[in-house]
Structure formats: structure tokens, C-alpha cells
């Protein structure tokens, strides 16, 4: 067990290490001058000169980019140019709110995908199994703007509107407030509930044919029991691998959910990076979804090994 971690742990630090690289490569070639965009447009070109140098711009590549991955061994993300204030506490500060939508969008997703995955499994070829793949059909086109936007109007626009009553607030934030977390949720937990469906159908159905599942039917095992406790438990691998995609992903931001309900997560603090083009700040913010995505995925590998021994080998 110990060595499989290990080599898990390895290559999650390759991972990471490819990534800082690209990041940096990427954002070197870029057309942006951080030094003007500090300056601004009206700065004289001596002016620029000098802050690209005291920012050590000037140097040759492969001396800035060592610099730059030896301060982020350190922990060390940069310097924000717009905001002035280092990267890592700007990144800290947004974490929370989207580790709190992060939680509700995957509680969304798992509630709406999986029983209806289980149901569709149930009655193959039914009306019921044509409607549930129908709606993950509907949520997987439907673009998640465009529901958030859908969902403001309905249930926070309109009751204002037409009962001077807000159901949800049209935006904003508050630490663990549901009324505020609502609707950004079910944004994100929609559009995701979509695969959930799909994968639990298939692999449910794949379960429910195999043979242990026959021999808990002929001893006259309940049907909840044969299809919670023991298809649905081995159904749960790639369930589990998705949850774990997801929850990165989410954790490092879900930039067009937290755009439409202006929820101050670390997906929001990278656009307005990209739009200000604040360098430092693109690539933390680059480098601690990956590291979210890496950690996830990680925590999901170490899953398995216990759960199924066999995966060590």
C-alpha cells in the first residue's frame, strides 16, 4: 500500500511540475507587457523599461524560469500587479466560498443523477428510462449560463417582480447561507447531474446482469437490497471517479457559474486576472486548480487501493 501511494504521490508532483512549466511558457509568449499594464497606456517607454526591470522581466527565460518555480516550491505564487497583494492569500481568501459551492453543486449532482441512473437502470427500454435519459440529454446541451440566467429569472427575478417577494437573491454571497447558495447549486449541479445519469445507467445495468446478482434473486433477497447493496456497490468505482473529476474541478473554480451569480470564488478572481492581464495572478490561480484536480484525483486512487486491493498491482 505504501508503495502505491508513493508512486501516486510521484507523479501527482510530475503533474504538477509540467503544469508550472507550461503555465509559465504560455504566459511569457503572451502579447500582454505586464510592465505597461502597471505603467498604463499613457506611460512613457522609460517608464515601462525601468518597472520591467525592477521586476526582473528583462532577464533571460530560463533565469526567470527557474526563479519562478523556485518560489513556487516555496509556496511562493507572485505578486498581483492590479491588486497588489501576494497571489496565495488572494487565492486563500476566494477558497471558501468555492469550496461551498463546490460542496453544493456535487450534492445536486449525486441527489438528481444517481436515482434517476438507478431508475432508468430498473426499468430498461420503459417510459421512465426514456424520460430520465431525455432530461440528461436536455441538462447536458442546455449551457450553464443559460440556466443560471433561466433559474434568476424564475425564481428570483419574477417573485420580486410580480409578489415584491425575492424567493433567492439575484447575487451575492454569504458563508453558509443556503438562500445564497441555492441557485449558483442547482446551476452546477444540473449541468453535472446529466453524466451521473448516464453512468449509473450503464453501469447498473451492466451489474444487474452478472451473476451474483441472480443468486442474490434466487435466494430471495429483497429487490432495495439486490439493487442498493449489491449492484449499486459495484457500480460505485467509476462513480466514484467522476466524483472525484468533479470535485477538482469544482475547487478550482467554475468560472461561468460564479460569473452569472457574481459569487466571489477563485474561478471569478481568474477572469478578472485574464481581463487585467495580471499574469502573476493567472498563473496561481492555474497552478491551485491543478493542484485541487491532482489532490482529487489522488484522494480517489487511494480509494480504490483500499476498497480493491487488486488496483496496488
Not at 453501469?203 to 442474490?216: C, F, P, Q, S, W
Not at 466514484?240 to 467554475?254: I, K, N, P, R
Amino acid at each position: 500500500m505504501l508503495a502505491y501511494v508513493s508512486r501516486r504521490l510521484v507523479w501527482a508532483v510530475v503533474v504538477l511540475f509540467v503544469v508550472a512549466l507550461l503555465t509559465f511558457v504560455i504566459a511569457f509568449v503572451l502579447p500582454a507587457d505586464p510592465a505597461r499594464v502597471i505603467a498604463g497606456p499613457h506611460a512613457s517607454d522609460a517608464d515601462v523599461s525601468r518597472i520591467r526591470h525592477a521586476l526582473g522581466l528583462d532577464r533571460p527565460f530560463f533565469d526567470q524560469l527557474l526563479d519562478y518555480l523556485g518560489r513556487v516550491l516555496r509556496g511562493d505564487f507572485g505578486h498581483s500587479y492590479k491588486q497588489d497583494r501576494d497571489v496565495l492569500p488572494l487565492i486563500v481568501q476566494r477558497f471558501p466560498a468555492t469550496l461551498q459551492l463546490a460542496f453544493g453543486g456535487i450534492v445536486v449532482e449525486l441527489l438528481v443523477g444517481i436515482p434517476l441512473g438507478v431508475l432508468a437502470a430498473l426499468r430498461r427500454g420503459r417510459n421512465s428510462d426514456r424520460l430520465a435519459t431525455m432530461f440528461s440529454i436536455v441538462l447536458i446541451a442546455a449551457p450553464s449560463f443559460w440556466v443560471g440566467y433561466l433559474l434568476l429569472n424564475i425564481l428570483a427575478f419574477q417573485p420580486l417582480v410580480n409578489w415584491n417577494l425575492a424567493l433567492f437573491p439575484l447575487s451575492g454571497y454569504k458563508p453558509l447561507d443556503l438562500q445564497y447558495l441555492a441557485l449558483p447549486a442547482l446551476t452546477l449541479g444540473f449541468s453535472g447531474a446529466a453524466y451521473y445519469v448516464r453512468l449509473t445507467r450503464t453501469t447498473m445495468i451492466e451489474e444487474m446482469h452478472k451473476d451474483y446478482v441472480r443468486t442474490a434473486r434466487a435466494k430471495g433477497a429483497p429487490p432495495p437490497r439486490v439493487t442498493w447493496r449489491h449492484a449499486f456497490r459495484n457500480s460505485l468505482p467509476p462513480i466514484l471517479t467522476q466524483l472525484g473529476l468533479d470535485f477538482g474541478t469544482f475547487l478550482g473554480g467554475v468560472v461561468v457559474v460564479e460569473n452569472v451569480f457574481s459569487w466571489p470564488g477563485i474561478g471569478r478572481l481568474a477572469v478578472q486576472s485574464i481581463v487585467t492581464s495580471d499574469v502573476p495572478l493567472i498563473m496561481g490561480t492555474v497552478m491551485f486548480g491543478t493542484l485541487c484536480i491532482v489532490l482529487a484525483n489522488l484522494a480517489v486512487d487511494i480509494g480504490y487501493a483500499i476498497v480493491d486491493p487488486r488496483v496496488r498491482l
